[in-house]
């Protein structure tokens, strides 16, 4: 993959919520709100407008269901999910003590998004820059 393609997908991610991602991905396919929740078991349509508002965010096997409908992955998917992998944070400070003092450093240092995402694309071009070695 070359880096302008890794740099493209963080920008987009950036700019799109889950809610967006599946909404756009349900008008592709040419569904109602309606058919969607039907599709998926039943579900209101109600409860599918706040994902898609970003309001609620779907359960693991929801958001499985939706992946299947939508003719995608589940990874796809949650590449667009805004929240942050608290557990995953966690686990990872707790196995090595560096991630929770350089998270706490950020947060510190009131590190905006933006930053963190300049310092992604200049590792992602190092990477880029070393694959061609």
């Given amino acids: 993959m ?8 963080l920008t987009v991610m950036a700019l799109k919520t889950l809610g967006q991602r599946i909404r756009e991905l349900r008008d592709l ?12 078991g039943g579900l209101s349509a ?29 990874e796809s998917l949650r590449e667009f999910d805004s929240r942050p992998p608290v557990e995953d944070m ?21 590190i905006t998004p933006e930053e963190i995402e300049s310092l992604l694309r200049a590792k992602l071009k190092a990477e880029d820059s070393n694959e061609d070695i």
């Fill in 2 to 9: 070359t880096g302008s393609r890794k740099h493209s997908k």
């Fill in 29 to 40: 396919k040419d569904l109602s709100l309606r058919d969607f929740a039907k599709k998926l």
């Fill in 46 to 74: 109600a409860h599918l407008s706040d994902i898609e508002l970003g309001r609620r965010f779907p359960s693991p096997e929801l958001l499985e269901k939706m992946a299947h409908i939508l003719d995608v992955t589940v």
């Fill in 90 to 110: 966690k686990k990872l400070a707790e196995a090595n003590p560096a991630y929770g003092f350089a998270l706490r450093k950020m947060v510190e240092r009131k």
